[in-house]
């Protein structure tokens, strides 16, 4: 098939190498370079630093919505797009030009986690499964028919980070099996259990130790690596990445032997963070070189 391909992070990226190998790509959309690092030099997003080394023709439009865009994009003559985590609204117009439609990869059950951040709110939910969802797209926000779903676990000490790969591993494969069996009936989505993933506020990610450690633990995990929980240590901000429920009883931000942690009810043990400056390190060195107070 000839596809047009539109993605900008890396989530995306083993879904293009996918696509590449089995079909025609014959262009890939992303987000244009957007400033990065201390120096604020503009960066390509992992899309368009992977289509160019694979010798693919990008674009990065800043909008879709204009009449030349629309006709830019229509005049590629692909059979399909394939959209995965691409960042910009996609007009009618656009939705239309494809012989087959535009094909969403969207890494949560819908209608559960419509929206930016499924992987995210899902940890942080307590969800204990998600999946990936190859939706048609229409013109809502991830309110399309679902050509195909499936579903995984969610591990007790799983980060965004892990379930990011494993869900992009799975919409990869997920696609590929579409494409082969277009055209497919879709299914319509349910009416009842939408819900909508936020995107993530770094506002949240301050650790409140009064609250359950149940939910300080889906904080954490959840949050992991970006923007990462965090709380502060001796005038240091320091991020918490990974973590676990432990026992143990104590004021609110005790510590209570190690890197664990009283809560507002039980206790959690961070086993992962991250110093200013710093690259992450396990629980364990990160004490060689950090001497927690009493009480957090």
Same mark, same amino acid.
């Given at each position: ?66 009449? *030349? ?5 229509? %005049? &590629? /003559? +692909?059979?399909?797009?394939?959209? #995965?985590?691409?960042? @910009?609204? =996609? ?70 980070? *892990? ?5 992009? %591993? &799975? /919409? +990869?494969?997920?696609?590929?099996? #579409?494409?082969?069996? @277009?055209? =497919? ?112």
């Amino acid at each position: 098939m000839k596809i047009i391909f539109m993605g900008t992070p890396d989530f995306s990226v083993p879904v293009l190498e996918a696509l590449n190998q089995a079909h025609e790509i014959v262009s890939v959309y992303c987000q244009p370079a957007r400033p990065a690092g201390r120096g604020k030099v503009d960066r390509p997003s992992p899309v368009q630093a992977r289509a160019e080394a694979l010798g693919l023709q990008v674009r990065h439009p800043v909008s879709l919505r204009s009449e *030349d865009a629309a006709k830019d994009f229509a %005049a &590629l /003559g +692909a059979d399909v797009a394939v959209v #995965v985590a691409y960042g @910009l609204i =996609l007009p009618q117009a656009v939705l239309d030009a494809p012989r087959l439609g535009c094909l969403n990869i969207h890494a949560s059950l819908l209608p559960r986690w419509r929206g930016a951040a499924p992987i995210h709110r899902a940890i942080m939910a307590g969800d204990t499964e998600t999946g990936v969802c190859i939706m048609q797209m229409d013109a809502g926000l991830d309110t399309g028919p679902v050509l195909l779903r499936e579903s995984l676990i969610i591990g007790a000490e799983e980060t965004t980070a *892990d379930l990011h790969d494993r869900l992009s %591993a &799975l /919409g +990869a494969r997920l696609i590929l099996q #579409v494409l082969d069996r @277009l055209p =497919l009936s879709a299914v319509p989505q349910p009416a009842e259990g939408v819900t909508y993933a936020t995107k993530i506020d770094k506002a949240e990610a301050r650790v409140d130790f009064t609250k359950p450690a149940v939910e300080i633990d889906r904080l954490i995990r959840g949050l992991s690596p970006f923007p990462g929980a965090w709380t502060m240590v001796n005038g240091e901000r320091v991020k918490l990445l990974r973590s676990r429920l432990a026992s143990g009883q104590g004021a609110p931000g005790q510590v209570l032997g190690g890197f664990t942690i009283a809560c507002g009810t039980d206790a959690v043990e961070i086993t992962e963070a991250q110093r200013e400056g710093k690259r992450p390190m396990p629980a364990a060195e990160v004490l060689k070189g950090l001497v927690l107070p009493d009480r957090l």
